[in-house]
T-cell receptor, first 113, second 110 residues
Framework: DGGITQSPKYLFRKEGQNVTLSCEQN?????MYWYRQDPGQGLRLIYY???????QKGDIAEGYSVSREKKESFPLTVTSAQKNPTAFYLC????????????FGSGTRLTVV | RKEVEQDPGPFNVPEGATVAFNCTYS??????FFWYRQDCRKEPKLLMS???SGNEDGRFTAQLNRASQYISLLIRDSKLSDSATYLC???????????FGSGTKLNVKP
């Protein structure tokens, strides 16, 4: 079955560490996205990519980095510059230019310890 | 001003009740509209797309009013399992971006 796989499900980070969250899709979707969700709040866009080797900053890109070397993969690195990284991170994908919604991965819950 | 605004709720309703959520969007260039459901600590899942003529899926009815720039979701005969947060989402083609409301929480009680 096609879908989006995020790993790990839970991640603990020490202060000052960089961590990378994985997102892989086999839906043949062109566009991929990373969102952050804080408790009781909506989704905020971190980065998105519409094509391989190209990506754009979203509303809260500071302290994060991404790469899009393959169509199927869009990893997110949470750097030590992100001062408050504890949150639920969601990866999504969509077909470009079609009236379809997103497909979401099951999320990664990141906690700073 | 936020791109998409929703009443955060919570809406507390008894089983069997009819409940309606509204959502407003600010950009008239928005072209596709959706309702997503999010359960606690889970990812959002597509509930239904919203079409200009309105559409129904079982107990759920979605309406779009482009002139007033709002979207609605009506749930009839509420079930306990309908308890969740409902997210309103709009899509703009030009930038292939989706905008999310902050969600409306529904609690259906026995």
């Amino acid at each position: 079955d096609g879908g989006i796989t995020q790993s790990p499900k839970y991640l603990f980070r020490k202060e000052g560490q960089n961590v990378t969250l994985s997102c892989e899709q086999n839906l043949n979707h062109d566009a991929m996205y990373w969102y952050r969700q804080d408790p009781g709040q909506g989704l905020r866009l971190i980065y998105y990519s519409q094509i391989v080797n190209d990506f754009q900053k979203g509303d809260i890109a500071e302290g994060y980095s991404v790469s899009r070397e393959k169509k199927e993969s869009f990893p997110l690195t949470v750097t030590s510059a992100q001062k408050n990284p504890t949150a639920f991170y969601l990866c999504a994908s969509s077909i470009v230019g079609v009236r379809d919604g997103y497909t979401f991965g099951s999320g990664t819950r990141l906690t700073v310890v | 001003r936020k791109e998409v605004e929703q009443d955060p709720g919570p809406f507390n309703v008894p089983e069997g009740a009819t409940v309606a959520f509204n959502c407003t969007y600010s950009n008239s260039a928005s072209q596709s509209f959706f309702w997503y459901r999010q359960d606690c600590r889970k990812e959002p899942k597509l509930l239904m797309s919203v079409y200009s003529s309105g559409n129904e899926d079982g107990r759920f009815t979605a309406q779009l009013n482009r002139a007033s720039q709002y979207i609605s979701l009506l749930i009839r005969d509420s079930k306990l399992s309908d308890s969740a947060t409902y997210l309103c989402v709009v899509r703009q083609y030009n930038f292939n971006k989706f905008y999310f409301g902050s969600g409306t929480k529904l609690n259906v009680k026995p």
